[in-house]
Nanobody, 122 residues
């Protein structure tokens, strides 16, 4: 089992930046891909970004490209999501998730955090 805890959300104005963190604990000696997802009010959960364990390749949604950056510190079992130039439409609960490295980063994720709220005011 892997436990994921997100932090770093908050209320910011449009154009501001935030850095979300996701700390993993438990069986973290296994190798996992890590992803970030978000759920906006009244909408379904959507993929935001992911990073592969084996080679660090990064993947982004169209809305995230150029503004968000995913990174990971394997020594700290932590993954980050840097959010720049935030827009009101980025308002959502952001979740981190993990799946075993043999799976696709676009596939099904096995473990999920509780989420952290990001609210962007105009």
């Amino acid at each position: 089992q892997v436990q994921l805890v997100e932090s770093g959300g908050g209320l910011v104005q449009a154009g501001a930046s935030l850095r979300l963190s996701c700390a993993a604990s438990g069986r973290t000696n296994s190798q996992y891909n890590m992803g970030w997802f978000r759920r906006a009010p009244g909408k379904e959960r959507e993929f935001v970004a992911a990073i592969r364990r084996v080679d660090g390749s990064e993947y982004y949604s169209d809305s995230a490209k150029g503004r968000f950056t995913i990174s990971r510190d394997n020594a700290k079992d932590t993954v980050y999501l840097q959010l720049n130039n935030l827009k009101p439409e980025d308002t959502a609960v952001y979740y981190c998730a993990a799946n075993y490295y043999t799976k696709s980063v676009r596939g099904i994720y096995d473990y999920w955090g509780q989420g952290t709220q990001v609210t962007v005011s105009s």
